[in-house]
């Protein structure tokens, strides 16, 4: 408490923005694992047929999680890339935590939809545009997407921002898988 007291008002803002972003982090962790506790819970019960994933979590930095290339590549040529925290489907539903980083200039369009899957977004740095089911939606950082599925979906950064945006990206399927 002393150690709160004799700190600065600007580390305080700090320390408050970091802790917002943490909250906001494990929120959407916590939205994505616990659909999969719900899928663990159905195939327990008989109600489903999965693998119940790994018996042991991980603890992962950041700063040691490689970069590559995603699927998406702009109209320049140029791959979006990401740093995958957890590989997709290792917990039944989960289609992996990454973060992903568009460029200045970067677009993931035309709009595109997933027929099954809840797509979740956090934004963690710079700024661009989403566009949702025709409507354009400015971010920055702090800003959480969810797109259910059918709900189409484009990012694209414009040329005159200055920096990446980076994004926090996980999603949930749903349904049957045929």
Known sequence: LQDIIMTSPKRLQTMARFSKLEFLLVFMLGIAIGATFTSLHKSTTGDMNRDKGPSKGMVKLLSETPVRNT???????????????????????????????????????????????HELF?????????????????????????????????????????????????????????
């Open 71 to 117: 699927v998406h590549v702009d109209d320049r040529g140029r791959p979006i890339t990401k740093q995958q925290l957890l590989e997709p489907f290792v917990l039944p539903n989960l289609v992996g935590v990454s973060i992903a980083t568009f460029l200045p200039g970067q677009t993931m369009m035309p709009p595109h939809e997933h027929e099954s899957m």
């Open 122 to 178: 956090f934004v963690i740095e710079g700024s661009g545009i989403f566009e949702i089911n025709g409507v354009q939606h400015d971010v920055s950082p702090g800003t959480f997407l969810h797109m259910a599925p059918k709900e189409k979906h484009g990012i694209w950064i414009p040329d005159d921002r200055e920096g990446p945006l980076r994004v926090l990206v996980t999603g949930v399927t749903v349904g049957e898988k045929k």
